[in-house]
């Protein structure tokens, strides 16, 4: 594998210049968003990927960035892209994360929830709290389940475990004893649309026709904002802390 130019697609895990143009400006904006609250800090991204966000928090001026993913081939190429002074990658898991307690004064982990399976959905959120500082912050993203896999017993994206409504985010959330600071969202989509009968027609046009009309796929813009009134976001960003 060459490590210089590209590197394979797998999965979920984006690579700069290989992934959709859309998956990039999701993730990018979620970068762009947490980057408000890594300056100066020790941060930990949590399924860091190919790394490019870890680069992107170092340049924003991190003190230290640390990358955890479980995919070697992703983090060999991570060593080799974005080999930032001030970064360091690591291969293991998000369930148990071989850093001291208390250390990040930052956490940034971007749809990584709904790939675990309860248990390591379990000891991945203890982690989160154990790595952490008691005044450290956490910006975590996740699909909004009203959005992607609505009236579905099981996800419908292959790659993801489960996925949450606001409510249950909420609920799974406060359980290990975090609190919620805010909630932002990417990609909003009007109440309307989600709508059994709405959404259910729109759907059937856009299979039937072989075109999508951009009301929950693409939707509105990738910028990580509050999450309107009216409005329900294709992805949860939420910052927590203890």
């Known amino acids: 594998m060459s490590f210089n130019n590209s590197h394979k697609v797998s999965g979920e895990r984006l690579t700069l210049g290989q992934s959709s143009k859309r998956n990039q400006e999701d993730h990018i904006a979620r970068y762009d968003y947490a980057t408000k609250f890594t300056k100066g800090n020790r941060v930990l991204d949590v399924a860091c990927g190919t790394g490019y966000g870890v680069s992107l928090i170092c340049e924003s001026g991190a003190l230290e960035v640390v990358g955890v993913d479980i995919d070697s081939d992703s983090i060999s190429y991570a060593q080799k892209k974005y080999n930032h002074k001030n970064a360091k990658y690591i291969c293991s898991s998000a369930s148990k994360i071989p850093m001291p307690d208390e250390y990040f004064d930052a956490i940034v982990t971007f749809e990584t929830i709904e790939h675990l399976e309860e248990e390591d959905r379990e000891l991945y959120l203890r982690e989160l709290r154990r790595v952490l500082k008691d005044d450290g912050v956490v910006i975590l993203s996740t699909p909004n389940k009203l959005i992607t896999s609505p009236w579905s017993k099981i996800p419908l994206n292959p790659y993801h475990i489960l996925e949450y409504y606001e409510e249950t985010l909420r609920d799974e959330i406060e359980k290990y004893n975090f ?18 009968p709405i959404y259910v ?13 951009g009301i929950y796929d693409i939707a509105a813009s990738s910028e990580v904002k509050p999450i309107e009134r009216g409005c329900h976001p294709r992805y949860f960003v939420l910052k927590i802390k203890k």
């Open 201 to 213: 027609l729109i759907r059937i046009f856009e299979k039937i026709s072989r075109k999508n009309l």
């Open 179 to 196: 609190r919620i600071l805010s909630w932002c969202g990417q990609r909003r989509v009007k109440n309307i649309f989600t709508k059994y």
